[in-house]
Structures are given as structure tokens and as C-alpha cells.
């Protein structure tokens, strides 16, 4: 079975700054890595996904993450955040075989001005 | 033209109801899934359908009953409603059940039973 843990509960920053979330993965095979944000009383949206292929995935609203199998992570990188980055966001793992995403308890990213 | 809408959005009922959460997906995918987002935001799978066939079924308790009509729906009906059943549950589809497939989410159901 997978899990996710997710280091930081809550990560403050200021705007214009950079922001690294931290995600590492536990997984007896190989796997596939998401990362979802979820805005305020919203439902959640993926931001960028790792199947296979380059380690370095790019996704919206100038997201990226690295996949390191070595030190099973997937961490969650902008270089400059806005005010609207605000909110929380979720790393999840699911099998290669399986159908069932397994999710992170969740980051929740404060950008202040 | 939202992709994944349930209804309704916000559910407040008593302790010992029966209550139902619809869910209907417009992007022709063949999976739907219910999670359920408990008050520390945690987020667990309870069921999932592919082409109505139940695939998943964490351990919930069978006071759930997840039911799918076809494959753009997926209800979950809820027997004699308990505190502990307060959360947000949300409705989700993928284009085919394996995990390469990403989830496409609704907006969720705040259930609160008091």
C-alpha cells in the first residue's frame, strides 16, 4: 500500500518570494505522483502530475516539482508567488496497477504582502 | 458546463436521517469516485465505480450505499446519519480507472449532522 506524508502543515511566505512543499511518498512499486490545490470551498484541481519520462514536471500557474526516486519525494516549487496562491495543496500517490489515489494530509500555503 | 457537479452543496440534518448527494459528470469519463474530507481536511476514498460496476469499496459503513445509474452518475445515499458522518464528500471522475488517470473534482458537499 502507498502513503504520502506531507512536512509541513502550514508554509507562510511573502509575496514575490519563492515556496518549496514538501511531499515524500512511501511505495513497494512504482508509482505515479500528483499534486491537487484546493481554493477555499472549492473542490480540488490538479496542478501537475508525474507519470513518466523527465523528473522535472511543469504545471499551472507556474507550478513545478521534482520527482527523486532515491529519496522517494515529490516536492512542489514556484519560484514567485502571488496573493492567489493562497490555499491548500495536496500531494497524492497512486500505483501503477491500481485505481485508488491515495492523498497527503495537505499544505497550506499563506502568502502575505 | 461544469465537468462535475453535485448537489447540494450544503446539507444540514439530524442525527438518524436518511439522506442522498447526487453527483453527475459531463466529460464522458468512464470512473467516478466519492472521498470523504473530514475536518483536519484529510481526504479518503470510500468508493469507486467504472461503467457502474463497483470497484472500490474502502471500509465504510454500509449505512453507505453508493449508486450508479450510469456511468455520468454516481449518488451516495446515507442511512441513519451519525455526528461522525460530518464532513465534506466529494464527488470526482477520471477518464479511465487506472491510476495514470488524473481525478476531476466536484465542488463538494459540507454535510454537518447535528
Known amino acids: 500500500a502507498q502513503s504520502v506524508t506531507q512536512l509541513d502543515s502550514q508554509v507562510p511566505v511573502f509575496e514575490e518570494a519563492p515556496v518549496e512543499l514538501r511531499c515524500n511518498y512511501s511505495?513497494?512499486?512504482?508509482?505515479?505522483l500528483f499534486w491537487y490545490v484546493q481554493y477555499p470551498n472549492q473542490g480540488l484541481q490538479l496542478l501537475l502530475k508525474y507519470l513518466s519520462g523527465s523528473t522535472l514536471v511543469k504545471g499551472i500557474n507556474g507550478f513545478e516539482a521534482e520527482f527523486n526516486k532515491s529519496q522517494t519525494s515529490f516536492h512542489l516549487r514556484k519560484p514567485s508567488v502571488h496573493i492567489s496562491d493562497t490555499a491548500e495543496y495536496f500531494c497524492?500517490?497512486?500505483?501503477?496497477?491500481?485505481?485508488?489515489?491515495?492523498f497527503g494530509a495537505g499544505t497550506i500555503l499563506r502568502v502575505k504582502s | 458546463d461544469t465537468a462535475v457537479s453535485q448537489t447540494p452543496k450544503y446539507l444540514v440534518t439530524q442525527m438518524g436521517n436518511d439522506k442522498s448527494i447526487k453527483c453527475e459528470q459531463n466529460l464522458g469519463h468512464d470512473t467516478m469516485y466519492w472521498y470523504k474530507q473530514d475536518s483536519k481536511k484529510f481526504l479518503k476514498i470510500m468508493f469507486s465505480?467504472?461503467?457502474?460496476?463497483?470497484?472500490i469499496n474502502e471500509t465504510v459503513p454500509n449505512r453507505f450505499s453508493p449508486k450508479s445509474p450510469d456511468k455520468a452518475h454516481l449518488n451516495l445515499h446515507i442511512n441513519s446519519l451519525e455526528l461522525g458522518d460530518s464532513a465534506v464528500y466529494f464527488c470526482?471522475?477520471?477518464?479511465?480507472?487506472?491510476?495514470?488517470?488524473?481525478?476531476?473534482f466536484g465542488n463538494g458537499t459540507r454535510l454537518t449532522v447535528t
Open positions: 465505480y467504472n461503467n457502474k460496476e463497483l470497484i
Open positions: 497524492a500517490v497512486s500505483d501503477r496497477n491500481g485505481n485508488k489515489l491515495v
Open positions: 511505495s513497494s512499486v512504482s508509482v505515479y
Open positions: 470526482a471522475s477520471s477518464q479511465e480507472g487506472r491510476g495514470n488517470s488524473p481525478l476531476h
